[in-house]
């Protein structure tokens, strides 16, 4: 089941993440880290693509190669992961990821606590920003997943449209369509309400934002035979999520 049926609180669903449906999704991987700023550059270096614009002479800010990489556009993060040999995931192989199997309003459960991601103003030691992949331990999902909420807000494959079922009103439909793109799992800058697994944001896909990563997944038939030549990236593991799927 996918989505929400229920009405929330102060940090409940916004319009878009209803109804709840069911969705089937067949195995895949995933990244269980956000891709970083050393990874990104090593394609860059490889491929001659444009590095992000914040970047001074081809190269990040000094000390954050394992930061996850941001300001990169929809477009950019497709030619990464083709580059890479995988994919963005879609919307429901991301919400798979982060919720489990029991339908979690949060990656580590109902409740929102400042020890597990790094969202605005709950930072520790009042840092403010990014922080290295991997960083909050506590905050991992059932499935193994770092940072999947908090840290950068991260691309799908799949454009903004409403779910099955859904009773779309004016206000909504002129924003459906082929015109932006979806990303999952909110930023540091968010607050709690765009910090949950059902939340749906939204860009332009040739727009970049400070506030937007990314990370891949892989088909899992595809992935068994998958080819190391240019992987240093893969090195790091990658979680297989094996079974099909009902979302909550």
Request: net charge positive; proline share 9%.
């Amino acid at each position: 089941i996918m989505g929400v049926n229920y009405i929330g609180g102060q940090a409940g669903p916004y319009a878009d993440e209803f109804p709840a449906h069911k969705v089937y999704v067949p195995a895949f991987y995933i990244d269980i880290y956000e891709v970083t700023n050393e990874e990104y550059k090593r394609f860059c270096d490889a491929t001659g693509y444009p590095p992000p614009p914040h970047w001074q002479n081809g190269r990040y800010p000094e000390g954050q190669d394992k930061f996850p990489v941001n300001n990169v556009n929809w477009y950019d993060a497709v030619a990464y992961c083709k580059w890479a040999g995988k994919r963005l995931p879609t919307e429901a192989e991301w919400e798979k990821a982060a919720r489990g199997t029991d339908g979690r309003m949060y990656p580590w459960g109902n409740e929102f606590t400042d020890d597990k991601n790094n969202p605005y103003k709950f930072c520790n030691g009042g840092h403010r920003g990014l922080k290295p992949v991997g960083s909050y331990p506590q905050g991992v999902s059932p499935y193994g997943c770092y940072d999947m909420v908090g840290n950068v807000a991260e691309w799908t494959s799949d454009w903004y449209k409403p779910y099955p079922g859904a009773k779309t009103g004016t206000v909504y439909d002129p924003f459906y369509g082929e015109k932006l793109k979806v990303h999952r799992g909110g930023s540091w800058a968010n607050y709690p309400s765009s910090l949950r697994c059902t939340f749906r944001g939204t860009h332009y896909p040739w727009g970049r934002s400070p506030l937007i990563g990314f990370r891949c997944v892989k088909s899992a038939p595809e992935a068994t035979a998958m080819h190391y030549r240019h992987w240093s990236i893969l090195a790091r593991p990658l979680l297989s999520i094996c079974e099909a799927l009902t979302l909550h």
